[in-house]
C-alpha cells in the first residue's frame, strides 16, 4: 500500500507570512494527489488536485507542486481564514489514502 | 447545488453492524463521471478513506477495513450505504459522506472528492 507522509506535523505561522507544507508518497504516484483544507467541526474542503491544478473557487494564494514521489502545498500570504489542518490525499489506483495531516496555527 | 447528508444510528453497540445512508440532492448519483465515497475521522486525529463505489455497483475498499465494510448504492433512492460490522470502540469517528468527481492527472483520470456531507458522529459504546 502507499504511504503518505506529511511534513510539518505542525507548524506556527503569522498573518503574511508564505508555509511550504510537504507531502511524500512511499511509491510514484506521478500527479495523483489532491490538498484539502478542514477547519473544526467542518468536513475538509478540496483545495488542489492533480498536484497542482487549483480547484474552482480557491484562492489563487493557494498552489501544489511536484509528481512522482515529493508534493508541495504553498500557501503566499496566509491570511487569518487559512488557519486550518491541511491533508494531502493520494487518487492513484483507487486507494484514497490521506496523509496524516499537517496543522496550521497562528504564531 | 449539490447536497450530501448521511443519515443513520449516533450509538452502536460494540459486535453490532454499523449503518449509515447517504442521501444526495441537487445532482444524480447515476452520472458516469462520479463516483460516491465514505470517509471517518476518529475525534482528535485525520482522515481515512474507508471505501467508493460506482453507479453501477463496482466497489473499491480500503484493505485495512475491507472484511468488515459493504457499500452499496440505491439509484431509484438517489443514496449510497455504509454498513461496517463488528464494530469496536476503535471506530468510533465522524463518518463522511462525499462524492469523488472525474478530474485528470498526468497520464489518466482520477478522482478527487469535490463535494462532502456534514459528517455524523458514530460511538461504539454498550
Known amino acids: 500500500d502507499i504511504q503518505l507522509t506529511q511534513s510539518p506535523s505542525f507548524l506556527s505561522a503569522s498573518v503574511g507570512d508564505r508555509v511550504t507544507i510537504t507531502c511524500r508518497a512511499s511509491?510514484?504516484?506521478?500527479?495523483?494527489l489532491a490538498w484539502y483544507q478542514q477547519k473544526p467541526g467542518k468536513a475538509p474542503k478540496l483545495l488542489i488536485y492533480?498536484?497542482?491544478t487549483l480547484q474552482s473557487g480557491v484562492p489563487s494564494r493557494f498552489s501544489g507542486s511536484g509528481s512522482g514521489t515529493e508534493f508541495t502545498l504553498t500557501i503566499s500570504s496566509l491570511q487569518p481564514e487559512d488557519f486550518a489542518t491541511y491533508y494531502c490525499q493520494q487518487l492513484n489506483s483507487y486507494l484514497y489514502t490521506f496523509g496524516q495531516g499537517t496543522k496550521l496555527e497562528i504564531k | 447545488q449539490l447536497q450530501l447528508q448521511e443519515s443513520g444510528p449516533g450509538l452502536v453497540k460494540p459486535s453490532e453492524t454499523l449503518s449509515l445512508t447517504c442521501t444526495v440532492s441537487?445532482?444524480?448519483?447515476?452520472?458516469?463521471?462520479?463516483?460516491w465515497g465514505w470517509i471517518r475521522q476518529p475525534p482528535g486525529k485525520g482522515l481515512e478513506w474507508i471505501g467508493s463505489?460506482?453507479?453501477?455497483?463496482?466497489?473499491y475498499y480500503n484493505p485495512s477495513l475491507k472484511s468488515r465494510v459493504t457499500i452499496s448504492v440505491d439509484t431509484s433512492k438517489n443514496q449510497f450505504s455504509l454498513k461496517l460490522s463488528s464494530v469496536t470502540a476503535a471506530d468510533t469517528a465522524v463518518y463522511y459522506c462525499a462524492r469523488h468527481t472525474l478530474a485528470y492527472c498526468t497520464g489518466g483520470v482520477c478522482y478527487p472528492l469535490d463535494y462532502w456531507g456534514q459528517g455524523t458522529l458514530v460511538t461504539v459504546s454498550s
Open positions: 441537487g445532482g444524480s448519483i447515476s452520472s458516469s463521471s462520479y463516483y
Open positions: 463505489i460506482y453507479y453501477s455497483g463496482s466497489t
Open positions: 511509491q510514484g504516484i506521478s500527479s495523483y
Open positions: 492533480a498536484a497542482s
